[in-house]
């Protein structure tokens, strides 16, 4: 091969090196954009429900029987779900605040617990 340039290997070793550098930075910025993510959900207060008035988080129109239901998908509660009775199917799913919002009117569906 031929002789390279001396000031061209310089360069591209920098170069090379800088690209590392940079790739590292940004991996770095990943779990910086999900740590501020966490923390921005932490932060939001969301409004559920009318009917929602206890401290604890139970609607204040839910029934022991229902209670007794929504207990068992605590487990897997967030902070922000809500626990929601579809009253066609006679079961209880977890939503997002915000579904609950976009639903809440609908007779269908009537909220159980809010984390």
Not at 22 to 37: E, P, Q, S
Not at 44 to 55: F, G, L, Q, R
């Amino acid at each position: 091969m031929e002789n390279i340039d001396p000031l061209l290997g310089i360069i591209i070793v920098v170069f090379g090196i800088l690209n590392l550098i940079l790739f590292f930075k940004m991996w770095g910025m990943t779990n910086d954009v999900r740590a501020i993510k966490n923390h921005l959900i932490k932060e939001e207060k969301p409004t559920i429900s009318e009917n929602v008035t206890t401290d604890d988080g139970w609607a204040e129109d839910a029934t022991d029987q229902e209670k007794r239901e929504a207990s068992k998908l605590f487990y897997r509660l967030e902070v922000g779900h809500v626990v929601a009775k579809v009253i066609s199917k006679k079961k209880m799913e977890i939503w997002t605040s915000k579904f609950w919002e976009a639903e809440k009117g609908n007779p269908d569906y009537k909220l159980i617990f809010q984390k």
